[in-house]
């Protein structure tokens, strides 16, 4: 058997594989398709201070290799995830990521505050990089030092450990990830969604109701790729890669460009086995390369910094 067991911070998991915010529920819906004893941890939906009830229809458009969607963070708020979610995911085996968002650094701060001491939460995923809120224009995502004052107000309130999922939406995601770190974040997830937009070119309409939205799946992996090894190079803190991932390979990808661990989103909406059939080939795959620890393999891409710094 091969050690698939990863530390994101202070938080110990089973295996390297996460779902992604968005994409599987809440909590346990999909528990029929991947129990979760399966994966290293389930990551909620984002959820913030107040009901959303998220941007028009039409919001969700499919491409050719993924989807795009405006869903604007539709939620019932935290209070109705601490009455109805929190009490459904007590006694799920395996590690629960609540992925809070807001609109102001106060929001993010005063949600983490609120559900700081759930027993139920082992960490926070704090959302800084919807594109498809106020058409993609807040800062959180693109700012270095907005970004740090959000994971700040958030580190300072809970003593839970705290992941920064970060845009690749901008020119260089290294400062992004470098000032999140410096904020105190304990780890980063690379990438969010692309920024994308179709139209119809009979009618003249987009697709999207907000015409531009996140554009998620199997085109985008090379992009989340590079963006992740970024992230990996210049910052101590372990890098969670997302983006287009639906096979062990993929995942072998992401852990050789650095990352600790990964989560899988689009692709289970087709298969929502997916998460769990790839946590137990991961197992046959590492012991067929005679890797005896998925930590042995993190971070071995030969890309020549050593020869650099020589």
């Known amino acids: ?82 009455a109805h979610t929190l009490p459904e995911v007590a006694g799920a ?17 005063r949600i983490a505050e609120v559900l700081a001491d759930r027993e139920e939460i082992d960490a926070f995923e704090v959302n800084l990089s919807c594109p498809n809120v106020h058409g993609g224009k807040l800062p959180f995502g693109t700012v270095p030092r907005v970004a740090a004052e959000v994971i700040e107000a958030v ?6 450990p705290v992941f920064a999922k970060l845009s690749p939406n901008v020119t260089r995601i290294a400062d992004m990830a470098v000032a999140v770190e410096g904020a105190g974040a304990d780890a980063i997830t690379a990438v969010n ?69 990964v989560q899988i989103g689009t692709a289970s909406f087709a298969d929502p086995t997916l998460p769990g059939r790839i946590a137990g080939e991961l197992d046959g795959e590492l012991a067929r390369a005679g890797i005896e620890r998925v930590g042995d393999l993190i971070g071995t891409i030969r890309d020549g910094r050593e020869a650099q710094r020589g």
């Open 1 to 82: 058997m091969v050690d698939l067991a990863v530390s994101l911070g202070s938080l110990r998991l089973r295996n390297p594989i996460l779902t992604a915010s968005g994409t599987f529920g809440h909590g346990l819906e999909m528990r029929a398709f991947t129990p979760a004893s399966k994966v290293g941890a389930l990551v909620s939906k984002t959820v913030t201070l107040e009901p959303r009830a998220g941007n028009p229809a039409p919001r969700i458009s499919e491409t050719e290799a993924g989807f795009l969607n405006s869903i604007g963070l539709e939620n019932r708020g935290v209070e109705h995830y601490i």
């Open 193 to 261: 969604t692309l920024l994308g937009m179709a139209v119809d070119w009979k009618s003249g309409r987009p697709a999207l109701a907000t015409v531009q939205g996140g554009y998620s799946g199997p085109g985008i992996r090379p992009v989340a790729l590079r963006c992740a090894w970024e992230c990996a190079r210049n910052v101590s803190i372990p890098v969670i890669g997302c983006g287009g991932i639906s096979s062990v390979e993929h995942v072998l990808e992401f852990l050789v460009a650095g990352c600790t661990a």
């Open 155 to 160: 580190r300072a309130v809970t003593s839970k």
């Open 93 to 109: 085996d395996t590690r629960i990521v609540t992925n809070i968002g807001g609109e102001s650094v106060a929001d993010y701060a």
